[in-house]
């Protein structure tokens, strides 16, 4: 291949929604319309419609909506009776909704460190955290790529705890041949709009195999309510709003052409960096042979204390990059009277310090891309010189 980087970078977005809203404009405004002129905007046929297609896409019996990745969360921790008294296995390097919806319930939230290479759960760290006060774990398939799901499964069996999936970053993604989202008791999705599958706004979903788990979430959703004014359950207002529906069920069918388009960016960064000779002064994503990773995030690690300087760097030329994210959860103001120091997660406060997120969004150009090596490699290029 063609190898050569650009030296006078041009401007990269870290994420350009509207490539890909641009050519299915017409066709969303369309579905928009049908849904403002049917007057039905809570649940109803579209939402029908997009739960099955996602039980379909993600392999499980049942999809129940939800209002967001964060309220699917705390419906799934609901349903499974989680309160005061008990204790949730989170990891420490995720989104601050995974822990969120814990505490809410009055539970006290668990934090374990990860697994330097994926990111993810380390399942020996959580086989330390047990405790007879234990009722669930948590594991977020981050960037999109599922955590160690054999071994976290054989610990929740072996002390009877439910397993929440949080594949807000993850949907498609697949373990061992197994979707995100079927593989653990319930699987939590967000519909916001940079997550791989974006809605128009604020949507989620929540995905389990079991009769009786979709029932208790069908309720929970809707203020327990069945029938109409007869509350069996307190549950809350999460619904998914119809409009989101319908828009998501015309996204949902490009969404592998899209995953196609990320997984294909990911590998010609690879292709990229080796021929920059940059494989050594950065960590690249690894990705685990025992699944398909989606690549809702491209994350790179500078293992040097160099990551802000290279950022600042990018900035000034416009490219844009994220830190995903920048303050590991047991390290947060909010839970500073949970007790855990800085030094208590070691891999997590590493990775919250060398992470950075690349644009890999579908419709980044080659040029783009070429723009961003070029950027990266004019930086390690000019700090070797200054040392
Ligand atoms: C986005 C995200 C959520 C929350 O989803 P919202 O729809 O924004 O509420 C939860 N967990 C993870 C890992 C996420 O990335």
Known sequence: MDTKVTLNPTPVPLLDLSRQLGPLHDEIMAAISRVVQSGQFV???????????????????HAIGCASGSESLLLALMAADIGPGDEVIVPSYTFFATASAVTRLGAKVVFVDIEPTTFNLDPREVAKAITPQTKAIIPVHLY???????????????????????????????????????????GCFSFYPTKNLGAAGDAGMLTTNSDQ??????????????PRYHHQLVGINSRIDSIQAAVLNIKLRY??????QRTDNAIRYGEL?????LSTALSLPQEVTSGRHVWNQYVIRIPSGQRDSLRQQLTENRIGTEIYYPVPLHLQACFADQGYGPGSMP?????????????IF???T????RSVIGCIGQFFQATRQAA
């Open 366 to 369: 080659d040029e783009e891309q």
């Open 255 to 260: 969404l592998d052409a899209s995953t196609r």
């Open 213 to 226: 788990l979709a029932e208790r979430l069908a309720l929970l959703r809707g203020h327990g309510m069945q």
């Open 273 to 277: 960096f080796a021929a920059a000779g």
């Open 43 to 61: 649940l109803g046929p579209d939402v029908d419609e997009f739960e099955a297609a996602i039980a379909d896409y993600c392999q499980t019996k």
């Open 144 to 186: 999109g790529q599922c955590a160690e799901m054999d071994a976290i499964c054989q610990i929740g069996r072996e002390h009877s705890l439910m397993i929440v999936e949080d594949a807000a970053q993850a949907i498609g993604a697949e373990y061992k041949g197994r979707r995100a989202g079927s593989i653990g008791d319930i």
């Open 347 to 359: 891999r997590s406060e590493t990775a919250a310090r060398e992470t950075l997120a690349l644009p």
């Open 362 to 364: 579908p419709e980044l």
